[in-house]
């Protein structure tokens, strides 16, 4: 299988090309040439074939032949090798549970599905490859866990001082070896622009290998949709298929939930929950695109003000603004509302979520009272512990610290110091020991 650049469709890689190079000229995403439809007998059957045996059909006509099938077998065992449970919650809401792998949160699987393939392409190079990754958080402890050791690949990741939490930024700081960690005094934005500039530098690509492991790679976008196969095989009331409700920032995570739908997956609805930054919520009412420049929230991995896999969205549904408005809604949460929905999940249903989390339940809920007879899901994008302050202040409970998590604890962080600044970024990028 082929993809497509989006912003010149001319362009047409396959999946090493398009894991290695990330983007595409003009700064396009790329997009599968075409969608596979997997029969509806395997769909019915879900229950009795393994997950591995479903993370493969589901991602083998992406990969073709970039990578043999024994490769890609063992590669997308190991992307799911946790649990991923379906948990109910009450009478017509359950939970898909995507943080019960190493660093806690669901870019867990993007991002082990990516180093992975990278690693296998990197045993076929004669130079070394640098990932840089900017984070808000999340995403840079899934990438350092998922690359740590991986030969041939080198890790270097952007974040900003102060502004990740205690977890985030131990999980992204003390694993060593491969990973290095760079603590930007200044903002996401500042770290995100720094990554951008490196690859219009002419000079610097010539002298490193360099790519990038953001959240547009279809190796960490096309991964995702095996959890929400895996959702349906533990859906038990077949005949009602579920309401989505997706957590959603940069909205890579609910494009491949909408790309599992257009496989033949099953479900009734999406629900592209969204906090403050309310740019899709508008759109869908609008019918106006306007990005805004990103507010803070308690659900800081969703604070984007122009969510970059948006476009792979209108894609799918071929721009046409309808048949989107038809399976996909979109709803606003503020943070008031969001610790209430922590709180009276925690109260009335036993159940601790993440303000993420949080988000997700309110958005379904909301749609569920306004529909009745429907049932749905709602993702649970992290666990709870990434953000106890938040938490327990709305549940009034200490939360239940993990192993993984206590043992972070007693490891020392361990980053270098870099200002906003190119120059200097580059510098160190040119002069680091390799
Ligand atoms: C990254 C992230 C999101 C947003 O996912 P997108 O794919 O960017 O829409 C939601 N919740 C958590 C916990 C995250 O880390």
């Known amino acids: 299988?082929?993809?497509?650049?989006?912003?010149?469709?001319?362009?047409?890689?396959?999946?090493?090309?398009?894991?290695?190079?990330?983007?595409?000229?003009?700064?396009?995403?790329?997009?599968?040439?075409?969608?596979?439809?997997?029969?509806?007998?395997?769909?019915?059957?879900?229950?009795?074939?393994?997950?591995?045996?479903?993370?493969?059909?589901?991602?083998?006509?992406?990969?073709?032949?970039?990578?043999?099938?024994?490769?890609?077998?063992?590669?997308?065992?190991?992307?799911?090798?946790?649990?991923?449970?379906?948990?109910?919650?009450?009478?017509?809401?359950?939970?898909?549970?995507?943080?019960?792998?190493?660093t806690l949160a669901f870019k867990d699987v993007g991002a082990r599905f990516m180093s992975r393939c990278l690693g296998y392409f990197m045993q076929h190079q004669d130079r070394p490859i640098t990932v840089l990754v900017a984070t808000s958080g999340d995403t840079g402890g899934a990438v350092a866990s998922g690359f740590l050791g991986v030969e041939g690949v080198e890790v270097v990741i952007l974040y900003p001082s102060g502004k990740v939490s205690a977890v985030q930024e131990l999980q992204l700081t003390t694993p060593g070896q491969n990973i290095t960690a760079l603590e930007v005094n200044g903002s996401f934005d500042d770290c995100q622009t720094l990554v951008k500039q490196v690859f219009s530098d002419p000079e610097l690509n010539e002298k490193i290998f360099l790519t990038s492991a953001n959240s547009i790679n279809v190796a960490r976008w096309l991964p995702q949709q095996i959890y929400y196969f895996l959702a349906w095989k533990q859906w038990k009331n077949k005949s009602k298929p579920p309401v989505i409700s997706v957590p959603s920032g940069n909205f890579g995570n609910i494009c491949a939930g909408l790309l599992a739908y257009h496989s033949g997956l099953p479900v009734n609805h999406f629900i592209a929950a969204?906090?403050?930054?309310?740019?899709?919520?508008?759109?869908?009412?609008?019918?106006?695109?306007?990005?805004?420049?990103?507010?803070?929230?308690?659900?800081?991995?969703?604070?984007?003000?122009?969510?970059?896999?948006?476009v792979r969205v209108m894609a799918l549904f071929n721009a046409q603004f309808e048949p989107?408005?038809?399976?996909?809604?979109?709803?606003?949460?503020?943070?008031?509302?969001?610790?209430?929905?922590?709180?009276?999940?925690?109260?009335?249903?036993?159940?601790?979520?993440?303000?993420?989390?949080?988000?997700?339940w309110l958005a379904l809920s909301r749609w569920l009272k306004s529909h009745p007879g429907q049932e749905g899901i709602f993702l649970e994008t992290a666990h709870p512990v990434k953000f106890p302050e938040i938490v327990e202040k709305f549940t009034g409970k200490p939360i239940d610290v993990p192993v993984a998590v206590q043992e972070l604890f007693v490891k020392k962080k361990n980053s270098f110091r870099i200002p906003a600044d190119y120059e200097d970024f580059k510098n160190y990028l040119l002069n680091r020991k390799r």
């Open 1 to 102: 299988m082929l993809f497509y650049n989006l912003n010149k469709p001319s362009e047409k890689v396959d999946f090493k090309t398009a894991t290695i190079q990330g983007l595409g000229s003009e700064k396009g995403l790329f997009f599968p040439e075409r969608i596979p439809v997997f029969p509806v007998s395997w769909i019915a059957d879900l229950e009795n074939i393994s997950n591995e045996e479903i993370a493969w059909v589901v991602m083998k006509d992406y990969v073709g032949h970039s990578i043999p099938e024994k490769m890609l077998r063992q590669i997308v065992a190991e992307t799911i090798d946790f649990d991923i449970p379906l948990v109910r919650v009450s009478e017509n809401i359950s939970t898909l549970e995507l943080f019960h792998g190493p």
């Open 324 to 360: 989107l408005k038809k399976m996909m809604s979109s709803e606003s949460i503020t943070d008031e509302e969001t610790g209430d929905a922590i709180k009276t999940l925690y109260s009335e249903y036993g159940y601790a979520a993440d303000p993420h989390g949080a988000v997700g």
């Open 274 to 310: 969204c906090n403050v930054n309310a740019v899709v919520p508008a759109f869908l009412k609008t019918g106006i695109y306007q990005p805004v420049k990103a507010k803070p929230s308690l659900s800081n991995a969703m604070d984007v003000g122009d969510p970059s896999n948006f």
